[in-house]
């Protein structure tokens, strides 16, 4: 059984970097041919797929967050990390990691088959 834990900082300032961790157990991230994503989920809207990193090492942006966004993984540790630099208060979301059941299906939340329970980020001052 796959399971993805979120992790990271429930409260950004303006500004600043924010930065999440999904820990996987159960299977590994270079796993052939899966991808490892997020979503967030701002209040009252619906989920938007961020970024995601294939098993083979290639990412993949939302064009409106490529210049923000960066995501990354460790292989020895398990876990890929997404960072957002200049947080803004439109960044306030549920963040959730999931795993895409197939890579070439990384941008389709309808296609994951794996998700972690979410991580509350809020970015206030």
């Known amino acids: 059984q796959v399971q993805l834990q979120e992790s990271g900082p429930g409260l950004v300032k303006p500004s600043q970097m924010l930065s999440l961790t999904c820990t996987v157990s159960?299977?590994?991230?270079?796993?052939?041919?899966?991808?490892w994503s997020w979503v967030r989920q701002p209040p009252g809207k619906g989920r938007e797929w961020l970024a995601s990193?294939?098993?083979?090492?290639?990412?993949y942006y939302r064009p409106s967050l490529r210049s923000r966004a960066s995501i990354s993984r460790d292989t020895s540790k398990n876990l890929f990390t997404l960072r957002l630099s200049s947080a803004t208060p439109d960044d306030t979301a549920v963040y959730y990691c999931?795993?895409?059941?197939?890579?070439?299906?990384?941008?389709?939340?309808?296609?994951?088959?794996?998700w972690g329970q979410g991580t509350q980020v809020t970015v206030s001052s």
């Open positions: 159960g299977g590994s991230i270079t796993a052939e041919y899966y991808a």
């Open positions: 999931a795993r895409a059941s197939q890579a070439s299906y990384y941008d389709d939340p309808a296609e994951y088959d794996y």
């Open positions: 990193v294939a098993y083979d090492g290639a990412t």
